[in-house]
């Protein structure tokens, strides 16, 4: 099932007050607290953590991924759709 990216788009998330990051190299561990549960993300997906993490809206962090790495801008927007859909559905993100 493909994750439905357009209504996202504009869409500000944040980061859950109860998760912990920490990076190691390129990548990066988080620590949900409430939930006893690590997850890791790789280079890429660290990367839109860290543009999450900052503020940005996931148009903006499609664009950025698109200029970093060899990707079309539909194929980055549907990752980092399922991406953000994996986060928010295990409460490491949350809609603002």
Avoid: C, H
């Avoid at 561990?29 to 997906?45: I, K, N, S």
């Amino acid at each position: 099932m493909q994750p439905n990216a357009k209504p996202l788009a504009g869409t500000q998330l944040r980061v859950s007050p109860r998760v912990y990051a920490r990076a190691f190299g390129d990548e990066i561990v988080l620590l949900d607290f409430r939930a006893g549960e690590y997850f890791g993300l790789d280079t890429v997906a660290a990367d839109v953590w860290r543009l999450l993490e900052a503020g940005e809206t996931l148009e903006q962090v499609t664009s950025a991924i698109v200029e970093r790495y060899d990707v079309t801008r539909e194929t980055a927007l549907e990752d980092i759709a399922r991406l953000v859909d994996d986060m928010r559905g295990n409460g490491l993100i949350e809609a603002t």
